[in-house]
């Protein structure tokens, strides 16, 4: 397997941050761009994240939200009129001032979000209850000029993701949408990407600039830190009352509308790559993997050859499943079991020439490594089967370690150790200002990821009386 | 009827800039952005141009191109290398010069197209034969600083394509895979949009800048001016030297390698309104409409409500296609008819207490208004004939239209009398001088779409010997 060395991965998962460069580029999800901050997203990444998209779609539909493209460009005007949102933004916006040879009379931000432009068009379509609710949604890019050190997939001055944005009649119907939104992200995330979250709500100080409230998914990677996964906002009427989108209902009455946004972006790969991998590389869950099955002939000088047996399986599991067959002569089996470990494919069948002989091949799976002969009649099921239980164990594993890693506290000092050598969440009483959050970053350098109502126990800072259960934890 | 003004069409397609303007907006296609020349595309148009992406996406699996993003920013530097093709863009870039309160060192462009940052990424990834061929295609958007006028869909300063991007170790294999790319498109345009096309060469004078050929399609509007569809360009090594795309192939050779580009944007869309639309307002293919089918019950006071069997029936036919209910209570009938037709739904099914009691629907088909009863029991049967018979008859009536717009010419006289009075395709002999094709743009205002080599006849301006036969015409 010498000849491996080339491809093989050199860090080891305990050291996650090397480990994560190192096997993005490897396993072919991306490159880096020319211009620094930006990555370019490789065709296995792509098929991931088309496949969220698949699945969100029709998951949407049954939402009734539905999809549209408005502008990349977004007059200043525009994005300066909820001035919250304008001053969170303004730090990271790329401005277009020129076009050709021309200066533009008025700068044009790229979109780092669509709500200000979104709603300038929703004021003009919104009149009475018969447009409301009004859902739409866009699979596009935003730019935001990140100024800390940029990661792939998780910091980026581009990023992929799905931005939606509804209008509702009733602050009631717009909490049930914010609601509804971050389910579907939690269903996501768990039956396709195998990911575990906590969910809650934003702090004030960490919501999104603009929203009454932000609710989130917190996912936990192995080295302790988390990663917002995907969010959904409760704009109430911040955004209605400078846009004026207004409507009349039956009485004749004149109402703002009440709003949510929701987003998930691309950071989801990565925090999948960091989830499952380990020190042989991806492992890729079977609802996304791009193959979910490589079957590699094994070819013996001397013995019946058993390549035209693969071709075969390969053509059988292929109305299934997405398949590959590594026929490849210049290659070892050794080399060519490494190079698809690397990439996550989650089962491998081997096919040798005592495998005809007995009617068998071998299945091993990419997740626990185990091995076993499983009968040629049974392949299709028994894989169906398999991929099946990898996505389950990947989930459970998971699981098991958010669980581990999600720890009770009630001292700062406690707190502190969890964060900083434990590694995970902290889990407190909060009395919910300020003052004490700002307290925790500078003890720490750990954030409140989220929070959820509870008048239990007492602040782990102050000691007053606890509004909130906080989860606490450095972050990405 | 007479509620039904507010919705109903002003214009008339004759003159066809006006209806298009109308129809695009009261059909819920598009609406105008703040910023003058973009436009925000509504959810049926979006659902066209998904049904379109989802069709190529698996069209071009076959081909082995994979889906990739690229990053929306180019370097300045990075655009300049092709000088043509710098020349090219240059007026219609749009420039980023800041980025938060930061003044960019080096500007950097919106994309107007990819192929320089691509190219940089190919540089790195080509090493040998078994690199090749790299097929990588993209679906985003670019910006393109429009200065003469624009109209939805056919110019706009940002709009929705699909960019892709091959590399191959030999002249041969790219020339083929541009012919490929073509028919690919003319299959699509057919098949799902209904739109009869001429495919030939642009001239140089009209190629892209920095191909060595350019393929096109060319379909022509019911107003006589013509739409470039697709494009398919043979790039040659005009990119691969100035980037260094090099292989060594298995003598130890260094080569450059020989490139592709094609593209389609939503301009097809524009095109596909402007092809099958009438007076009553859009006809849209079956193949690509968000609604295929929408049922009305047609209910009489007095008489057994037929809204209970058009809801069964409604859930029946959603097993097979994409049906609407118009169960609205203060809209009569007439009012409902109308606005299905300004949406351009292929088969409207009305029922009716009379037809309760003989077990029969109502057929009415969007494309020639015709009629007919259909027994209950044959519903979802009929109902695909139909679909079927509608997309084969779009097709069928545009070809017709197409042939007849298209008039073989000897002389200018009669080329002028073509393409400004008759209005359509002009088809004569050229003798390939740049000279000569200036000529019939001063003369006539038309240009030459395309062109097919053949050598019989001679040029209609100078007289000497053809090398082409030319297609004269206005274009959009």
């Known amino acids: 397997m010498s000849d491996n060395n080339e491809r093989?991965?050199?860090?080891?998962?305990?050291?996650?941050?090397?480990?994560?460069?190192?096997?993005?580029?490897?396993?072919?999800?991306?490159?880096f761009s020319p211009v620094g901050?930006?990555?370019?997203?490789?065709?296995?990444?792509?098929?991931?994240?088309?496949?969220?998209?698949?699945?969100?779609?029709?998951?949407?539909?049954g939402m009734q939200v539905k999809n549209?493209?408005?502008?990349?460009?977004?007059?200043?005007?525009?994005?300066?009129?909820?001035?919250?949102?304008?001053?969170?933004?303004?730090?990271?916006?790329?401005?277009?001032?020129?076009?050709?040879?021309?200066?533009?009379?008025?700068?044009?931000?790229?979109?780092?979000?669509?709500?200000?432009?979104?709603?300038?068009?929703?004021a003009k379509w919104v009149h009475g209850t018969s447009d409301l609710p009004l859902k739409l949604n866009q699979w596009n890019s935003v730019v935001r000029w990140e100024t800390s050190s940029t990661r792939p997939f998780l910091r980026?001055?581009?990023?992929?993701?799905?931005?939606?944005h509804t209008a509702h009649a009733t602050k009631q119907e717009a909490l049930q949408q914010a609601v509804d939104a971050i389910a579907l992200y939690e269903k996501v995330l768990r039956e396709l990407l195998a990911i575990p979250v906590i969910k809650g709500v934003k702090s004030d100080k960490e919501k999104f600039k603009g929203a009454v409230f932000t609710y989130t998914l917190e996912a936990m990677m192995p080295d302790g830190k988390a990663i917002q996964m995907a969010t959904s906002h409760m704009l109430g009427q911040?955004?209605?009352?400078?846009?004026?989108?207004?409507?009349?209902?039956?009485?004749?009455?004149?109402?703002?509308?009440?709003?949510?946004?929701?987003?998930?972006?691309?950071?989801?790969?990565?925090?999948?790559?960091?989830?499952?991998?380990?020190?042989?590389g991806l492992v890729i869950p079977p609802r996304v993997a791009p193959t979910q099955i490589v079957i590699v002939p094994v070819v013996y000088r001397g013995k019946p050859d058993p390549t035209p047996e693969a071709e075969m399986l390969a053509q059988e599991l292929s109305?299934?499943?997405?398949?590959?067959?590594d026929t490849?002569?210049?290659?070892?089996?050794?080399?060519?079991?490494?190079?698809?470990?690397?990439?996550?494919?989650?089962?491998?069948?081997?096919?040798?020439?005592r495998d005809i002989e007995k009617g068998t091949v071998v299945f091993a799976r990419r997740d626990t490594g185990q091995k076993e002969a499983v009968s040629r009649a049974n392949v299709?099921?028994?894989?169906?089967?398999?991929?099946?239980?990898?996505?389950?164990?990947?989930?459970?594993?998971?699981?098991?370690?958010?669980?581990?890693?999600?720890?009770?506290?009630?001292t700062l000092e406690s707190l502190k150790d969890v964060v900083n050598s434990r590694k995970g969440f902290a889990v407190a009483g909060w009395c919910g200002e300020r003052q004490c959050e700002d307290q925790i970053y500078e003890q720490t350098g750990a954030t409140i990821r989220c929070v959820e109502e509870q008048n239990e126990g007492s602040c782990v800072i102050c000691g007053k009386p606890a509004r909130y259960k906080m989860y606490v934890s450095k972050a990405y």
Chains 1, 2 share one sequence.
Do not use: C
């Open 8 to 31: 093989g991965l050199q860090s080891n998962k305990e050291d996650l941050s090397e480990w994560y460069s190192e096997i993005l580029i490897k396993a072919g999800f991306i490159d």
């Open 37 to 61: 901050g930006f990555i370019v997203l490789l065709p296995p990444a792509m098929f991931i994240w088309d496949k969220v998209r698949d699945v969100m779609n029709k998951e949407m539909e």
């Open 68 to 122: 549209a493209y408005f502008p990349l460009l977004i007059p200043e005007s525009l994005l300066k009129k909820e001035s919250e949102h304008f001053t969170g933004f303004t730090p990271e916006v790329a401005w277009v001032t020129q076009a050709g040879e021309q200066k533009l009379e008025e700068r044009l931000a790229i979109r780092p979000t669509s709500e200000t432009i979104m709603y300038t068009m929703y």
């Open 156 to 164: 980026t001055k581009e990023f992929l993701w799905q931005e939606a």
């Open 238 to 280: 911040n955004f209605s009352v400078p846009f004026e989108i207004e409507y009349v209902d039956e009485k004749g009455n004149k109402s703002y509308v009440w709003q949510t946004s929701w987003g998930i972006s691309w950071r989801i790969i990565g925090a999948m790559v960091m989830m499952h991998g380990d020190d042989k």
């Open 319 to 325: 109305k299934v499943f997405r398949v590959g067959l």
């Open 328 to 353: 490849r002569q210049d290659k070892t089996p050794g080399y060519k079991y490494n190079e698809w470990e690397l990439k996550g494919v989650p089962l491998r069948i081997e096919i040798g020439p």
């Open 380 to 410: 299709v099921q028994k894989a169906q089967e398999l991929l099946d239980d990898i996505q389950n164990n990947l989930y459970a594993v998971a699981k098991k370690r958010l669980d581990e890693m999600t720890v009770r506290v009630d």
